[in-house]
């Protein structure tokens, strides 16, 4: 018996099925696993070629189809919602795979989470970085205040790098997996290639956009109609590429997609739908869509046609810029209120209203931020 421990098995389901592979073709077969403990039990064997597939979804879904069976497939292993399969088939005569569909929403989901952390932690260093080097800049003494909870400064220190180190490891292993679970398909996210047109062109940056997505769409579509075609959209998304061309009337659509489903990007394009843009696979998942069609005064074009999906996406976007902005502002605001008393108590200083200055920039920032997702929520709300 072997037992063997892999406590990340899950980020990386395509090395996880490799590594089983190759652990039953040195002659080790996979006996059981404990999921909760990450551990996988194997006795010794003889040798065989196997492949193997992970699954993630409900656990009363996993009953092997009369499709899978007859390509080979059988159910080994299941525990809570993930399920293992093995073919002993050749892999060039196996015909057809279980689904990745339910693995990929799972990972996806788990991206974002850390996604969410990491800029979390970022965001919160950053304040305190900046003020630092201010201070080293403009050779201002930095005191440290001594305090009777070190232990707990320093943990709280510790843990924070730690859960900044896995946030970074999983995000890379998640995406990489994802790329791999992906390969040998289409991929819908990516806009298609664009050439830089011959004539005439200018580029045109829109900062914070995707807290106020329809004066975006306002803007580009009377573009189009004074005959600057959009183009190309840059990587991050504020910078937009256009030629001087023929008026048109287009219609734009920003659509925000924390997790979109596998055929979101198809069952548009399917619609009339042209992706110009995508956001990376990050926190922020934007799409900008577009469509040339007919002027209808009062009744453009939309992505979505039921008002109500219309408004709760909306609310998706206000809700989830509230809540990561929110506990940033109150972590600025505490020390706001610090660095006013130590202002009050200990007089001014240029580096002491430098870092209270900033720190109330960030609030004012975050707040508007905020605050423009909520009135865009509103102006739909209206209509």
Not at 301 to 328: M, N
Request: aromatic share 14%; glycine share 6%.
């Amino acid at each position: 018996m072997k037992k063997v421990f892999r406590p990340f098995w899950s980020y990386d389901l395509p090395g996880t099925e490799a590594w089983l592979a190759g652990m039953a073709g040195r002659g080790w077969q996979l006996t059981q696993w404990n999921l909760l403990l990450r551990r996988f039990t194997f006795r010794q064997a003889e040798p065989v070629q196997l492949t193997y597939q992970l699954d993630y979804g409900p656990a009363s879904r996993f009953k092997v189809a009369s499709s899978l069976t007859a390509a080979g497939w059988t159910k080994q292993l299941q525990q809570g919602q993930w399920c293992l399969y093995k073919n002993d088939q050749q892999p060039s005569q196996i015909k057809a795979y279980p689904s990745r569909k339910d693995v990929l929403k799972r990972n996806r989901i788990i991206y974002y989470v850390f996604m969410g952390i990491l800029v979390y932690l970022l965001l919160i260093a950053l304040i305190p970085l900046l003020i630092l080097s201010f201070s080293y800049s403009q050779n201002a003494p930095v005191r440290i205040q001594p305090s009777p909870m070190w232990a707990v400064t320093w943990t709280a220190a510790a843990l924070a790098v730690l859960l900044l180190v896995l946030a970074i490891y999983s995000l890379i292993k998640l995406r990489a997996a994802n790329n791999a679970l992906l390969h040998g398909h289409t991929d819908m996210t990516k806009p298609p290639a664009t050439h830089k047109p011959t004539g005439t062109t200018m580029a045109r940056m829109k900062l914070g956009w995707m807290y106020a997505p329809d004066r975006l769409e306002q803007w580009l579509e009377e573009q189009e109609l004074l005959g600057w075609n959009l183009y190309k959209v840059s990587l991050g998304g504020t910078l937009f590429h256009f030629s001087q061309g023929r008026s048109r009337t287009m219609h734009y659509h920003a659509d925000y997609q924390v997790i979109a489903g596998e055929g979101y990007f198809e069952l548009h394009q399917e619609a009339g739908w042209s992706k110009l843009y995508s956001s990376p696979f990050s926190l922020q998942k934007w799409t900008l869509w577009g469509r040339e069609g007919q002027h209808s005064a009062g009744h453009p074009e939309q992505l979505y046609s039921d008002p109500l999906h219309r408004l709760k996406h909306a609310r998706k976007i206000a809700v989830s810029y509230t809540a990561l902005f929110l506990p940033i502002m109150l972590l600025y605001s505490v020390n706001v209120t610090a660095f006013v008393d130590g202002l009050i108590r200990d007089g001014f200083t240029p580096s002491r209203v430098w870092n209270t200055s900033i720190l109330f920039l960030c609030i004012l920032l975050f707040g508007l931020l905020t605050g423009r997702s909520w009135l865009y929520y509103r102006r739909l709300k209206k209509q």
